[in-house]
Structure formats: structure tokens, C-alpha cells
Antibody, heavy 125, light 113 residues
Framework: EVKLLESGGGLVQPGGSLRLSCAASGFTFADFYMSWIRQSPGKAPEWLTFIRNKANSYTTEYNPSVKGRFTISRDDTQNVLYLQITTLRAEDTAIYYC????????????????WGQGASVTVSS | DIVMTQSPSSLAVAAGETVTINCKSSQSLLYSGNQKNYLAWYQQKPGQSPKLLIYWASTRQSGVPDRFIGSGSGTDFTLTISSVQAEDLAIYYCQQYYDIPWTFGGGTKLELK
């Protein structure tokens, strides 16, 4: 069974930084593209970023809305996905989900076939 | 960015009814290279993470009941739930993965009549 368990959320002051972690199990983590998605209270999910696997040089893509403040990374030896967030703003308040991307036939696609339970981040003074 | 517009925003149904949720994209999601529509549907129950229902506009994810049917092509898509059950009450989101940034529709809340 695929499991994704986020940690590192909490209350942060505006301007602060945070690093979220996602411990993955139940699948060969190193093979898969992984992503972060957030959801503000009462809103639709917002895709933030994804990272490719080693075979694709761990390259990354970002939503322009967060590029420059958010950094995705992974540790395939520990099966952990990370999201570093800097210069936090009130509008970054959300549930942050770790997500596994779909592998279909021969390629990876921007479809989330497994979600974590989410880490709550509140930005407030 | 590709804008995804869902309608209606909420829908009240009785158990056993068939419902239709619409999703419209601001540009075509049909990729000519493989003739596939880059459109997915998710279900989110209260207090839970979203769950993948359908991708490629009409391919059901493993384990999803066959009362969930996705259809459409290009810019207009539909999720049909036949014989709605109480467990189907949730918010449904469409999402395009044709182009980065991947974007979601605003959601359709399915409520009990």
C-alpha cells in the first residue's frame, strides 16, 4: 500500500521559513516523479512543483506563482520528499500535500494517483 | 495558465439519481501526438485528501466504481455519477495536466437533497 506521510507543518510568522518533509513507503520511491500541492481553506487545490527521478536528472518544475520561494528536493536513500518555503506570507496558509505522480505505459504525467494526508501550515503573527 | 471552469458549483441530489458535473478548459486539452485528453477528476470527502477517480478524461483509476464515468474532449468534459450513493457526497475537482502550471477547477460540491 502506498503511504505518504507529511511532517514539518505548524504556525510560522510572516517572513519566516519552513521545510516540509514527506516520508514515502509502499512503492519504489526512487523511480517516481513526486509533487507538492496545497489547498487553502475552502479553496481548490493548487499545484506547486514537481521533481523528476534520477534517470531524468532530478529536474524540477514550479508554478510561477511560487517560483523563487519554494524549493523541492528528494532523498532517494531515505525515501523522503522535501519542500523548502521561504519568505512566508499569510496567503501561504494551507494544507500542503505530498503527491505521487502517475506512471502510465512509458511516461509520467501530471496526475496524482496518491496523496498524503497533508501538513497544515499557518502563517500568522 | 489554462483556466478550468466547473459547473455547477454545488448540486443537491437524492440517492439513486444520476448527476452530471461539467468542466470547461480555456484551451484544448487534446494532444495531437497521442489523441489523448489531459484531464483528470478527483473526489474529496470532508476532512480527507483528494482521491483520483479518472484520468485521460475517461479512464477510471483502479478500484473506482463503474458508476463514475468521464467523457468529453477538447475543451468540454463531463463527470457522470449514475445511481448516486450517500458515500459519493463530496467535492469533485477537474484538473488539466496538458500544460504547466497544472490547474484545477473550482470544484463542485455534491450534497444530499
Amino acid at each position: 500500500e502506498v503511504k505518504l506521510l507529511e511532517s514539518g507543518g505548524g504556525l510560522v510568522q510572516p517572513g519566516g521559513s519552513l521545510r516540509l518533509s514527506c516520508a514515502a513507503s509502499g512503492f519504489t520511491f526512487a523511480d517516481f516523479y513526486m509533487s507538492w500541492i496545497r489547498q487553502s481553506p475552502g479553496k481548490a487545490p493548487e499545484w506547486l512543483t514537481f521533481i523528476r527521478n534520477k534517470a531524468n536528472s532530478y529536474t524540477t518544475e514550479y508554478n510561477p506563482s511560487v517560483k523563487g520561494r519554494f524549493t523541492i528536493s528528494r532523498d532517494d536513500t531515505q525515501n523522503v520528499l522535501y519542500l523548502q518555503i521561504t519568505t512566508l506570507r499569510a496567503e501561504d496558509t494551507a494544507i500542503y500535500y505530498c503527491a505521487k505522480l502517475l506512471y502510465d505505459a512509458t511516461y509520467y504525467y501530471g496526475v496524482v494517483d496518491a496523496w498524503g494526508q497533508g501538513a497544515s501550515v499557518t502563517v500568522s503573527s | 495558465d489554462i483556466v478550468m471552469t466547473q459547473s455547477p458549483s454545488s448540486l443537491a441530489v437524492a440517492a439513486g439519481e444520476t448527476v452530471t458535473i461539467n468542466c470547461k478548459s480555456s484551451q484544448s486539452l487534446l494532444y495531437s501526438g497521442n489523441q489523448k485528453n489531459y484531464l483528470a477528476w478527483y473526489q474529496q470527502k470532508p476532512g480527507q485528501s483528494p482521491k483520483l477517480l479518472i484520468y485521460w478524461a475517461s479512464t477510471r483509476q483502479s478500484g473506482v466504481p463503474d458508476r463514475f464515468i468521464g467523457s468529453g474532449s477538447g475543451t468540454d468534459f463531463t463527470l457522470t455519477i449514475s445511481s448516486v450513493q450517500a458515500e459519493d457526497l463530496a467535492i469533485y475537482y477537474c484538473q488539466q495536466y496538458y500544460d504547466i502550471p497544472w490547474t484545477f477547477g473550482g470544484g463542485t460540491k455534491l450534497e444530499l437533497k
